[in-house]
């Protein structure tokens, strides 16, 4: 009797020791993260699909009407028509994609010459690490009035470049079309250069010391080991840092906007000066949900594409 009550016993712990299957670990796993699901949907997905149902219409506040029923004001695709034939649409587009591929590079490049001169010790290196990461701490608002004040005719930046050529200099950096969109970039890469130095001196620091150890006594210089080593192991962060001031120049828009309002006319206008302008003072939020949609399409297409690099990177043997 006791030899088939212990059986039964044994059995009994087999069936409550057993592992699950991954499909059962995988419903468990649905089930249990359903509600967070949720609630990312109707975040994510809300907002979305309010923003395409009233692109395809020309809703504005002042209608009269809730957006709810904006299909009253049903245009079909007009509004991304429009959009396709909008030449400052395009100009403020091409705005953008100067400022980013003049910013980042120069974000990275300084970024990463610093976090190389920061990996080593020397001395004061925490005062200067605090004094490197405090434009990066600044409201953008107020770098964007702090180099508004630093642009002007009679101030510093002119005062400095006068007792350098020996004569008064004068130059309208904010008022020039040609110039304002300079000192703008100069602004945005003072202010997220820290970043990109914090994200890269993140990776430097990764680094196997033990290899680059081997690699020294092998008898490669710093640039060598520079090349064959940190750089494949940096990989992956370099393509985050990239991708993360990519999307953000798109976004560029408080200290420019403090500093010359997308002027002088449409010089510095970019596309999140040119949507704000037209929601605010159009008023045509039909149109801005097209522009809108159109430039997340641009983003995502960024995002995944940094994805995927990131990914390839991952899978290819250090």
Not at 106 to 124: I, K, N, S, V
Not at 153 to 169: A, H, K, M, Q
Not at 292 to 308: F, G
């Amino acid at each position: 009797m006791s030899a088939v009550t212990a059986t039964i016993s044994e059995d009994k712990m087999g069936a409550r020791t057993k592992p699950a299957t991954p499909d059962e670990g995988a419903r468990l796993g649905f089930r249990l993260t359903l509600p967070a699901q949720i609630l990312v949907l109707f975040i994510s997905a809300f907002p979305l699909l309010m923003q395409l149902y009233i692109s395809v219409t020309d809703w504005s506040p002042l209608s009269g009407i809730g957006w709810w029923n904006a299909w009253e004001m049903w245009n079909s695709f007009a509004n991304y028509t429009d959009l396709a034939a909008d030449a400052r649409f395009w100009s403020a587009l091409q705005r953008t994609a100067i400022v980013m591929l003049v910013c980042v590079p120069a974000e990275f490049l300084l970024g990463l010459a610093l976090a190389t001169l920061f990996a080593d010790d020397f001395p004061g290196k925490r005062i200067f690490y605090s004094i490197l990461l405090m434009p990066m701490m600044v409201v953008p608002a107020v770098a964007g009035y702090m180099f508004f004040m630093l642009f002007q005719s009679g101030g510093p930046v002119n005062d400095i470049l006068s007792r350098i050529v020996g004569t008064p200099v004068t130059i309208a950096w904010l008022s020039d079309p040609n110039l304002a969109l300079i000192a703008v970039m100069i602004a945005d890469i003072w202010q997220w250069t820290p970043l990109m130095f914090l994200i890269l001196l993140a990776g430097l620091v990764g680094v196997p010391e033990d290899q680059m150890k081997a690699a020294t006594l092998l008898g490669a210089n710093a640039w060598q080991r520079f090349i064959t080593i940190v750089l494949p192991k940096m990989k992956t962060i370099i393509i985050i840092a990239l991708a993360i001031r990519v999307i953000e120049n798109f976004k560029i828009f408080d200290t420019l906007y403090i500093m010359t309002g997308g002027g002088p006319g449409v010089a510095t206008e970019t596309i999140s000066v040119y949507i704000y302008k037209v929601t605010t003072q159009d008023l045509i939020w039909g149109y801005v949900a097209a522009i809108a949609l159109a430039i997340l399409i641009v983003l995502s297409i960024v995002a995944v594409y940094a994805m995927k690099r990131m990914t390839k990177a991952r899978e290819v043997p250090a």
